[in-house]
Nanobody, 122 residues
């Protein structure tokens, strides 16, 4: 089993910064790609950034130069450092991991965090 716990969301003024964290726990054998998605009201969920086990990163164009994704493999944790935040960044942010765990057999799949609200407003 794999559980993901997110933290770090909140209310911030335009131009401010937040750091999101997502910690994975359970009988995890391996974690491949880790990612952050977001979903604004009335819109579809979109991929914001991802990072492979080798450290290769990818960002949606709208956050390039402002957001940084990173991971700490020893802690099974992925982070999203968000700088120069804009009102259009307001959304619920979800982490996602591709992982394998063992529970009498091997299981692989994608797992989602519970979501954390980020609101950018004056």
């Amino acid at each position: 089993q794999v559980q993901l716990v997110e933290s770090g969301g909140g209310l911030v003024q335009p131009g401010g910064s937040l750091r999101l964290s997502c910690a994975a726990s359970g009988n995890i054998l391996s974690i491949n790609t880790m990612a952050w998605y977001r979903q604004a009201p009335g819109k579809q969920r979109e991929l914001v950034a991802d990072i492979t086990s080798a450290g290769s990163t990818n960002y949606v164009d709208s956050v390039k130069g402002r957001f940084t994704i990173s991971r700490d493999n020893a802690k099974n944790t992925v982070y999203l450092q968000m700088n120069s935040l804009k009102p259009e960044d307001t959304a619920v942010y979800y982490c996602n991991v591709a992982a394998t765990f063992y529970s009498s057999a091997y299981y692989s799949g994608n797992y989602w965090g519970q979501g954390t609200q980020v609101t950018v407003s004056s």
